[in-house]
């Protein structure tokens, strides 16, 4: 009785969001756990949709087959419902729309949607991306940063548009950027400011990820940029996690506790940046307060032509 109603899917739809929407699925985490989910060719067998509900594009190559604005508008939907269902504020999440390797045009109408907060991975993109792009755009950086590119990142996007960097690991790394800031300011003629940051953990021990251990390590790392890196702000943790585990999420949430103590602040005044395209309902569950989305609303990646 499944396989008709998966035959119609739309082709320039999410595959995987459309069957969950189509068979009544109220979550993907709920329609992840159905057997259906073994059946890759049935879930990428359809043509056509008689009424599409979401329109979600995966297609690579042929941007003019994406609607930015119906994806957003989807993934806006669900985070709103995830929101409610936690009994949590509305709007108490913010959705990051990762741009990475992805044209301007469509950051451009990520744009026109309304979307302010983008993620770039990538030190050269965000630069290149940014000169291009509105100046009331928030920039995050999501991806490794070589401390080599903290200055000419500090410097090029400026702090008026560099909202965060997530994916502090380092003293290192913090120190560059804080000398960066600080060089920043210099040259600026107006109040001195500083630049947001997350501690990025890693919350499932995979030797894959990137990101201090929960505990004591993130702890020592944090109180040291507190006390040697007076222009960074430390306003959140982030992680990736493992896949389908979502005891990363319940963790990271304990770190920010631990970490709150050693600032001395309430652990709500600091964000937790987890949950991205395949689970970001499950970590609003556990308490995100911003999620990276990229493909879902982008479609899928092209890594052809990327210049780091």
């Known amino acids: 009785r499944f396989t008709s109603t998966l035959l119609i899917l739309d082709s320039t739809m999410n595959p995987r969001i459309a069957a969950y929407a189509v068979l009544g699925f109220r979550s993907t985490a709920a329609f992840s756990s159905h057997p259906l989910v073994v059946l890759p060719s049935i879930l ?42 936690s009994d949590r504020q509305s709007g ?16 451009q109408a990520a744009y026109e949607t309304g979307q302010r907060h ?5 030190a050269q993109e965000l630069m290149a991306k940014s000169t ?4 009331d755009v928030a920039w995050h950086f999501i991806g490794p940063l070589q401390s080599n590119k903290a200055g000419p990142l500090v410097k090029t996007v400026g702090l008026d548009k560099l909202a965060c960097i997530e994916t502090i690991s380092t003293l290192k790394l913090a120190a ?23 501690i990025q953990v890693n919350t499932s021990g995979e030797e894959t990820k990137s990101g201090v251990t929960p505990g004591a390590e993130v702890c020592g ?13 430390i306003d959140g943790l982030m992680t990736i996690g493992a896949p389908g585990d979502d005891s990363c999420f319940d963790t990271l949430a304990e770190c920010r506790d631990e970490v709150a103590k050693v600032l001395g602040r309430e652990p709500e005044e600091l964000e937790l940046s987890m949950g991205m395209s395949g689970d970001f309902e499950v970590a609003i569950a556990k308490g995100a307060t911003s999620v990276r989305v990229g493909s879902t609303i982008f479609g899928a990646r092209d890594y052809s032509n990327l210049s780091k």
């Open 118 to 122: 983008f993620g770039e991975n990538y």
């Open 92 to 107: 108490s999440v913010r959705l990051v729309a990762v741009s990475k390797t992805k044209p301007l045009e469509l950051l």
């Open 221 to 233: 790392l944090v109180k040291q940029i507190s006390e040697e890196c007076p222009s960074l702000s």
């Open 132 to 135: 291009e792009m509105p100046d």
């Open 44 to 85: 990428n067998s359809g043509r056509s949709l008689t009424q599409p509900q979401h329109n979600m594009s995966m297609t690579p190559t042929d941007n003019d087959m994406v609607d930015i604005a119906a994806n957003i508008g989807h993934v806006q939907q669900m985070m709103d419902d995830a929101i409610a269902s």
């Open 176 to 198: 560059k950027l804080n000398r960066a800031v600080d060089t920043w300011n210099e040259a600026s003629s107006g109040d001195a400011k500083k630049l947001g940051i997350y």
